[in-house]
C-alpha cells in the first residue's frame, strides 16, 4: 500500500480510538489530498532541514520526510497528540527515523538553528498573529522560507443552510472561538501580516472547493464538522453560550437533517513567504 494511503488509514483508525480529538484525526484524514499537494511543491530536498509548526497528529511532519526524504521535527504544545504522532512515526520505521516530536509553547520557543522550511498549517488563527509571525522570524533561516495555510469563514457558503437550530450552535461555536482568542478571518489578513512582519511573499493561492452533493452524516467532512462543535459542548454550556438543551435541540436537529443535497464552497489560503537573506532573525 502507498505511503499516503497508509497514512489516511492509520488516521482513520486511530480515529475510532481517541475520543477528545477525533474531529481533528477526521479532519486530518480528510484533508490529506490537498495538503499533499501543496506541501510537495514546497522548496526542500534531502538536506533540508523542516519544521512542523503546531504539529497536531505529526501527519505533515511524516509526509514532508517522506516525500522528501529530509530530517523533519514537529512542535506542538498539546502532549496527548505529540504522544500520538510518535506513535504513528513509529509505524513508518523507514520514515519514522528522520522525524522528531518536541512539546513547545511555538509562541516564546526559539530553536537553537534555524530551520530551511517552516511549515504551520491552522495554527496562527490562535495565536497572536504579528507578534507570532515576528517570533517566528528566528525559527527561519534567513533566506530559507516560510509556508503558512489558514481558514477563513468568510469564504465559506452552504446552500441551503444548516437547520436554524444547528446554526444557533454554530454561532455559539463562533463566538465562543472569538472570546477565547481565535480569528476565524485570518485568511484575508494573512498577506498583509507576513509583510508587515517582514516576510517577502513568494506565491499566494487561494484554494477553494466546491461541491454539489447529497452529504450523508457518514461523511467525513459532516463528521468532522459535528465531532468538533461536540468537543466543546461542556464548555459551551458551562460558559453560557447555549443551554444543554439548546445544545441538544441543534444536535436533533443536524442529525434529522441528512441527507440533503448541499451546495457547499469554501476555501483556504495558502501562502509560500521567504525571509530576506540579509534579515537579522529573531525579533528586530
Ligand atoms: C487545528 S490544529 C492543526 C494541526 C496540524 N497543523 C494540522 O494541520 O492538522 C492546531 C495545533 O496548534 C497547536 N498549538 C496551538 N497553539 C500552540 C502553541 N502556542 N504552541 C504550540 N502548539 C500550539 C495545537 O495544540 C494544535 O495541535
Known amino acids: 500500500m502507498a505511503f499516503t494511503e497508509d497514512l489516511d488509514q492509520r488516521l482513520l483508525r486511530l480515529a ?4 477528545e480529538d477525533r474531529w481533528l484525526l477526521l479532519q486530518t484524514a480528510y484533508t490529506g489530498s490537498t495538503r499533499r499537494q501543496a506541501l510537495y511543491q514546497l ?3 534531502a538536506r533540508s532541514r523542516i519544521a512542523d509548526i503546531g504539529c497536531g497528529f505529526g501527519a505533515a511532519a511524516l509526509e514532508m520526510a517522506e516525500h522528501f526524504q529530509a530530517e523533519v521535527e514537529g512542535f506542538d504544545q498539546d502532549r496527548s497528540r505529540l504522544e500520538v504522532a510518535r506513535r504513528l512515526s513509529t509505524t513508518f520505521p523507514e520514515i519514522g527515523d528522520r522525524v522528531r516530536f518536541t512539546e513547545k509553547d511555538v509562541t516564546r520557543f526559539l530553536p537553537d538553528h534555524p ?16 507578534a507570532t509571525l515576528v517570533h517566528w522570524r528566528g525559527w527561519v533561516k534567513p533566506g530559507g522560507s516560510l509556508y503558512l495555510e489558514e481558514v477563513d469563514d468568510g469564504w465559506t457558503v452552504e446552500y441551503p443552510g444548516p437547520p436554524r437550530a444547528w446554526q444557533r450552535i454554530i454561532d455559539a461555536y463562533k463566538a465562543y472561538t472569538h472570546d477565547h482568542g481565535s480569528d476565524r478571518e485570518i485568511g484575508r489578513k494573512l498577506p498583509h501580516l507576513l509583510v508587515q512582519a ?3 511573499l513568494t506565491r499566494v493561492l487561494w484554494n477553494s472547493k ?8 457518514s461523511d467525513l467532512q459532516v463528521g468532522f464538522e459535528r465531532e468538533k462543535i461536540l468537543s466543546l459542548q461542556r464548555a459551551l454550556v458551562r460558559e453560557g453560550y447555549v443551554s444543554g438543551q439548546e445544545f441538544q435541540a441543534g444536535l436533533t436537529a443536524f442529525d434529522g437533517a441528512y441527507p440533503k443535497m448541499t451546495f457547499l464552497t469554501g476555501a483556504t489560503i495558502q501562502i509560500w513567504a521567504t525571509l530576506p537573506a540579509e534579515s537579522p532573525s529573531g525579533i528586530p
Open 43 to 45: 522548496p526542500a530536498g
Open 16 to 19: 475510532q480510538e481517541e475520543r
Open 198 to 200: 517582514g516576510y517577502h
Open 210 to 217: 466546491s461541491s454539489l452533493a447529497i452529504e450523508q452524516p
Open 115 to 130: 530551520f530551511d522550511l517552516v511549515t504551520a498549517r491552522f495554527v496562527l488563527q490562535y495565536l497572536p498573529a504579528l
